[in-house]
């Protein structure tokens, strides 16, 4: 079985322009979580999405961020008008069921480098 | 905000040492969890524990739950160099919310010397 693949693993974009971040979860799993990881950080939450809805966005910035998962197709983590700021590694998980004792499977995540 | 304090932040040790790595908060976690992340990869899930007090061996990693659900520890016994990586600790949100929403620690960077 395939596990979460995210897609893609390193992606360069200037000041200004936007970035797509994709993520398949675990065949079955409808439940998908976005992490960010910056530098000498932990992994921080941003967004719990299920088929087609935004659970809890409590850490996602307001402005510019936003993510989708649609009833098919991967889920988008999409990122407009980059800043520096938003370099970081991009993690996305998911799990089988809602429960706070959920195993979560999370992917090899996208690098994202804005220059 | 729940925070979740990682220690130590650095540790490079000799093969055949024991370590501890710490992670310790002033919030309560229903659940604590123990990751490991390789290089360009995602974390991976070694342990959840559950229950105050709580301790749950594999092989030689002993994971350890705080009487108060505030701090879990992490021991290795007789580390080898294939240990090495980062270890993270995350905690499971005790305000009520019932999906894998985690707070993680800021990591422990566990380099063994052959």
């Known amino acids: 079985n395939a596990g979460v693949m995210q897609n893609p693993r390193h992606l360069v974009r200037r000041r200004g322009q936007e970035a797509r971040l994709r993520c398949s979860p675990v065949?079955?799993?409808?439940?998908v979580y976005w992490y960010r990881q910056l530098p000498e950080e932990g992994l921080k939450f941003m967004v719990y999405?299920?088929?087609?809805?935004?659970?809890?966005e409590s850490g996602m910035p307001k402005e510019r961020f936003s993510a989708e998962f649609p009833k098919e197709g991967p889920s988008i983590l999409r990122i407009q008008q980059v800043v520096r700021g938003d370099s970081a590694a991009y993690f996305c998980a998911s799990s089988r069921n809602r429960g706070e004792y959920e195993k979560l499977f999370f992917g090899s995540g996208t690098q994202l480098s804005v220059l | 905000t729940q925070l979740l304090e990682q220690s130590p932040q650095f540790l490079s040790i000799q093969e055949g040492e024991n370590l501890t790595v710490y992670c310790n908060s002033s919030s309560v976690f229903s659940s604590l969890q123990w990751y490991r992340q390789e290089p360009g990869e995602g974390p991976v899930l070694l342990v959840t524990v559950v229950t105050g007090g709580e301790v749950k061996k594999l092989k030689r990693l002993t994971f350890q739950f705080g009487d108060a659900r505030k701090d879990s520890s992490l021991h290795i016994t007789a580390a080898q160099p294939g240990d090495t990586g980062l270890y993270l600790c995350a905690g499971a949100n005790a305000g009520g919310t019932s999906y894998g929403k985690l707070t993680f620690g800021q990591g422990t960077i566990l380099t063994v010397h052959p």
């Open positions: 999405l299920q088929k087609e809805n935004i659970i809890d």
């Open positions: 065949k079955g799993h409808s439940h």
